[in-house]
């Protein structure tokens, strides 16, 4: 099978290394699996030249364990896939994919994360000094600090992976700054879009909080909808997260106002499954939907015991009966993407 330009650079962008000094390429044997994986997810056939898989779902399995010899390489398999696959198996493909690079990286941020120094973090102590031991006050400074540092780390990497695939399920595109065509008060200068189809232009979120945040990144969002219309564009606003609150309230308001939609809760779900077609709807409801709604629905109000060691060569997590443990190194870290201030931030993390 010949491939289009555009499945030919789906490809290459789900193999190639990822963009920042903890980038990960996939290799074929991983490619194969992901192939095998979409396969059975969308009811085709086995594709010819892959080992069988186990039967467990993908996050049943440790990233790092999806694998799958053949006898195929991935592109091989990759184009026998799309020979007797639906509509936008190759978008299936490409959000998969990314998911599993996206894990594959956070594994290893958990691998090479610096324990911060005293020297960063001890002026904190003062508003707890006393209150335990210098020794026992220092090492909780620390391990706090180490949390916070992975929080906004997860927060980041879970926006960059969902924002692209949920824009790509719904057949549009991310817009940078730069190039896009929504300008501020429809001639300034360009705004990000979260995603751009046809005359709709999307700002995506996962929550909308009363907690407190900048105002001018507060301003920025109450003034999207309007720069949208100036430039001749439908503002959508869609938030999963349907707790209301008067700042969700204040937005929704605004994308209203100027001729736009609002999709909040139960009704962005559903949004977006119809504007995904069912291939891609699919993947949402299996990949994104699903586990979000199983941790809603299974946290627990009373927290269990929770017990952290932090250690140079591993990180021990214990949670109520269950442990995980995460190998570390001391070998220097590959260079680390650049964080902004505001990552904690990122859809879809915590606001």
């Not at 962008?13 to 997810?41: C, E, W, Y």
């Not at 719904?170 to 501020?184: E, F, L, Q, T, Y």
């Amino acid at each position: 099978m010949e491939l289009s330009k555009a499945q030919s650079t789906i490809f290459e962008k789900a193999r190639a290394r990822g963009a920042g000094g903890q980038g990960i390429a996939l290799t074929d044997d991983v490619l194969r699996a992901l192939v095998a994986l979409v396969a059975r997810d969308l009811g085709l056939p086995a594709v010819a030249g892959i080992d069988p898989l186990d039967d467990r779902e993908y996050y049943a399995m440790p990233p790092a364990e999806l694998k799958a010899n053949g006898a195929v390489s991935g592109l091989s398999a990759y184009c026998s896939l799309l020979q007797v696959g639906p509509v936008d198996t190759d978008t299936y493909f490409s959000s998969l994919a990314a998911l599993h690079r996206a894990r594959l990286k956070f594994a290893n941020i958990m691998r090479f994360q610096e324990t911060p120094s005293l020297e960063q973090v001890g002026p904190r102590g003062l508003l707890q000094y006393g209150e335990l031991s210098p020794e026992a006050l220092g090492s909780l400074l620390i391990v706090r600090k180490w949390l916070y540092d992975i929080d906004n780390r997860s927060a980041q990497e879970t926006g960059y992976l969902v924002e692209p695939i949920i824009a790509g399920a719904v057949g549009g595109m991310h817009m940078p700054a730069k190039s896009s065509p929504i300008k501020r008060e429809g001639v300034g200068s360009g705004r990000q879009v979260d995603c751009l189809k046809g005359n709709n232009a999307y700002e995506i979120k996962m929550r909308v909080t009363i907690a407190a945040s900048g105002q001018g990144r507060w301003g920025e969002e109450l003034s999207f909808p309007a720069d949208c219309a100036a430039s001749g564009y439908t503002p959508v606003l869609v938030v999963f997260d349907g707790t209301a609150n008067p700042k969700l309230s204040k937005l929704c308001n605004a994308f209203q106002q100027h001729g736009g939609q609002a999709h909040i809760g139960e009704d962005a779900w559903r949004h977006l499954q119809s504007e995904s077609g069912p291939t891609m709807g699919a993947f949402i409801k299996k990949y994104i939907q699903a586990p979000l709604d199983d941790l809603l629905v299974k946290t627990p109000t009373e927290l269990p015991a929770f017990h952290l060691q932090l250690q140079r060569s591993s990180i021990k997590i214990r949670v109520g009966a269950e442990e995980v443990r995460f190998d570390r190194t001391e070998a220097a870290p590959p260079t680390a993407d650049a964080m902004p201030d505001d990552a904690d931030t990122a859809l879809p993390g915590p606001d």
